[in-house]
C-alpha cells in the first residue's frame, strides 16, 4: 500500500509556471506507475500525464503536451508534474495517482490507478 501527498498548487497569472509535488510512503515506490489527473467543477477527471515505474516511459495528454512535463526521483519517493505557460482552462484540482505494476506500463485511465492523493488546487487568474 502506498500513500500519496500532493503539494505545490496555488494562484498563478496565465504563462506562468508551477511545479507539483507528490511525495509517497512507502519502501516501494520504484514498484509503482504514476500519474496526474485533474478535476475541474461540474467536469470529470481528466488525465494530465503519467511515469513508469522507473521514470524511463512518460505520457502527457496532447493538450498538455509541451507544456507539462512528469518526473519522479525513485530515491526521494516523489513525482513531479512541472506545468508551464499555464491557462485559466488549466485551473483545476490536480491529483496524483499510483498503482503496482511489473513492467514500464503507463497508464492513462483513471480506474487502472488504484492508490490517489487528496489534491491540490491549482488556480489560473487571465
Known amino acids: 500500500q502506498v500513500q500519496l501527498v500532493e503539494s505545490g498548487g496555488g494562484l498563478v497569472q496565465a504563462g506562468g509556471s508551477l511545479r507539483l509535488s507528490c511525495a509517497a510512503s512507502?519502501?516501494?515506490?520504484?514498484?509503482?506507475?504514476m500519474g496526474w489527473f485533474r478535476q475541474a467543477p461540474g467536469k470529470e477527471r481528466e488525465f494530465v500525464a503519467a511515469?513508469?515505474?522507473?521514470?524511463?516511459?512518460?505520457h502527457s495528454a496532447d493538450s498538455m503536451k509541451g507544456r507539462f512535463t512528469v518526473s519522479r526521483d525513485n530515491a526521494k519517493n516523489t513525482v513531479w508534474l512541472q506545468m508551464n505557460s499555464l491557462k485559466p482552462e488549466d485551473t483545476a484540482t490536480y491529483y496524483c495517482a499510483a498503482d503496482r505494476q511489473w513492467d514500464e506500463t503507463v497508464f492513462t485511465t483513471a480506474a487502472q490507478y488504484e492508490y490517489w492523493g487528496q489534491g491540490t488546487q491549482v488556480t489560473v487568474s487571465s
Open positions: 512507502g519502501r516501494t515506490f520504484s514498484s509503482y506507475a
Open positions: 511515469i513508469s515505474r522507473s521514470g524511463d516511459n512518460t
